[in-house]
C-alpha cells in the first residue's frame, strides 16, 4: 500500500498508527488527501501523517455503476461525498493561508477520482463544484 504504513504485531497494516513515510516526511508542509482512486482501498483521509477516521470498519465490493474494491474504510468516508469534503478542505485552507504573510502553494487533484458515483450530482451542484474548484 506505500506510504510507510506501520503493522501491528500479526504482520498486518494498522492504518490507525503513524505513517512514516507520507507526504509530509518529504518537504510538504501540510497534506490532506486519499490514498489512491475511490476504488483502491483502503478509504480513509488521511492528514499529514495520521488517518483522519476514529475507527475503520471494512466494505464489501460494489459492483457498480458506483464501483470500489472490498476493503478497510474509515468511519468518515463516503465516497459519494469525496470530491465535495476534499473541495471544501482545499477551500478552507486556502482561506487560512490568505489570512497569514507567507506565499503557499495548494493543489487539489481530482483526475483519479472520477467515477460514475462521484458525479451523481444536480446540475447547480455540478457548477458550485466546478466554481470551487476554478476559485482555488
Not at 497534506?31 to 483502503?42: Q, V
Not at 458525479?119 to 457548477?127: A, H, M, N, P, R
Amino acid at each position: 500500500m506505500g506510504l510507510g504504513w506501520q503493522k501491528d504485531a500479526t504482520g498486518n497494516v494498522d492504518l490507525m498508527k503513524t505513517i512514516l513515510d507520507g507526504p509530509t516526511s518529504h518537504g510538504f508542509d501540510y497534506f490532506y488527501g486519499i490514498t489512491a482512486s475511490l476504488d483502491i482501498p483502503p478509504y480513509v483521509y488521511i492528514e499529514n501523517n495520521k488517518v483522519t477516521a476514529t475507527a475503520i470498519d471494512s466494505i464489501a465490493a460494489s459492483p457498480g455503476p458506483a464501483f470500489w474494491r472490498e476493503g478497510p474504510i474509515g468511519n468518515d468516508f463516503k465516497h459519494a461525498e469525496v470530491l465535495p469534503h476534499l473541495t471544501q478542505k482545499a477551500v478552507d485552507y486556502i482561506g487560512e493561508q490568505q489570512k497569514g504573510k507567507k506565499p503557499f502553494f495548494s493543489i487539489l487533484h481530482f483526475l483519479r477520482l472520477i467515477h460514475p458515483f462521484s458525479l451523481q450530482l444536480t446540475i447547480s451542484e455540478k457548477l458550485e463544484l466546478l466554481l470551487m474548484v476554478i476559485l482555488c
